[in-house]
């Protein structure tokens, strides 16, 4: 139940994620400018954009989604309450993350990865506690838990601002009047909006689409499989994440050759990275999942597998991506991405109609996934 209703809130995450990468982009570049006055706009502008988005997310989520949470999500009716609290804490603790990313974008792009990791450490440790505490607790452990990953997430947030505020001089919020910059950091974000809404489907839309065919017992399956890749992968995202401002900097400086190194050597090292978990796991999941669950739901093991799979693709795009986000034309990438990402619903639609296995929605998920890998190599 966590895990579908937390997916409904994701699937606005489309809005955040071209911000993101806006606000990465752009306060890489104009570092890599030297450019403090512009930085400072930059920053103000991003915070202002952010906290708009926060908005319309919370508007959203409150209309569309409350609707389709309680009308045709197929979750048990004693299970209601507690999956309308859990969908309220996951809007507010969206909203924190998303007014959070422009601290986050200063932070990776002056390469202060030991106060991220530090965070990011005790963001862990935070919610190891959470579940700790769960077993003591007389109440719904659903609203118990998804309350206390709010408070985590209000501390997170906190704990980013502190720090950019006193080691940044460009993280001092200011009311900035620039309609180019607004103009060309919104136009940056807007494409990226496009190209991540088809990401947004192809995890979340599938998510929903697996309820409606089977139940959330199927979903707990193929959230089993994400959480062990998603922290499998999280490995070589931060190893990107410190490959990235490098990628941006060195485009803003004209070192295009040494650009081009760095993208290819980046992506071939997060593919090696990854493979070094990936293959214990794919080989031993069985076990793992043994090991760790005791009754392992059915399909998970073959969920995780292919999710492993797809993982190992992905891992190579990132660099890829980073360095046409340097250039700012991005337009017809985004545009070819979304279409590719967005054909996992129907497709995935029209094989689980069929009366195909559960699992069938992975193989389709692969597929697109290596044929965005080609079409970004072009």
Known sequence: IYNVVGGIVMMFSFLNAGMVASSQRFISYELGKNDI????????????????LALL???LAETVGLWFLNVKLNIASECMYAANWVYQCSILTFMLTVISVPY?????????????SYISIMEIFLKLL?????????????????????????????????????NFIECKYQC???????????????????????????????????????????????????????????????????????????YASGEIESMILLVFRGAKYSLFLLMVMVVPFYIRAPYVLQL????????????LRLTLIMAMVDSMAGPLVTAMQATGRIRIFQLVISVIMLANLPLS?????????????????????????????C
């Open 37 to 52: 006055k512009s930085l400072r706009k930059v920053f103000s502008m991003s915070v202002s954009i952010h906290i708009f």
């Open 57 to 59: 997310i919370l508007l």
């Open 104 to 116: 986050n974008a200063c932070i990776v792009a002056h390469e202060h990865m030991k106060a991220y």
């Open 130 to 166: 959470a579940v700790i505490i769960l077993p003591l607790s007389s109440w719904d452990k659903l609203i118990v838990y998804s309350s206390l990953i709010l408070l985590i997430a209000f501390i997170i947030r906190l704990a980013y601002g502190v720090y950019c505020r006193y």
């Open 176 to 250: 900035i009047k620039d309609k180019s910059l607004f103009v060309e950091m919104f136009s940056f974000a807007g494409w990226s909006f496009i190209g991540n809404l088809g990401f947004s489907v192809k995890d979340q839309g599938i998510n929903i689409l697996i309820n409606l065919f089977f139940g959330v017992a199927m979903n707990t399956a193929r959230g089993i499989a994400y959480q062990v890749s998603s922290v499998i992968s999280g490995f070589v995202a931060n190893f990107q994440m410190a490959l990235n401002p490098q990628i941006i900097k060195r």
């Open 292 to 303: 760790w669950l005791g009754n392992v739901p059915e399909y998970t093991v073959t969920f």
């Open 349 to 377: 639609y029209f094989f689980l109609s069929l009366g195909c296995k559960p699992y069938v929605v992975m193989y389709v998920a692969i597929a697109t996934s290596l044929v965005g890998l080609i079409s970004r190599l």
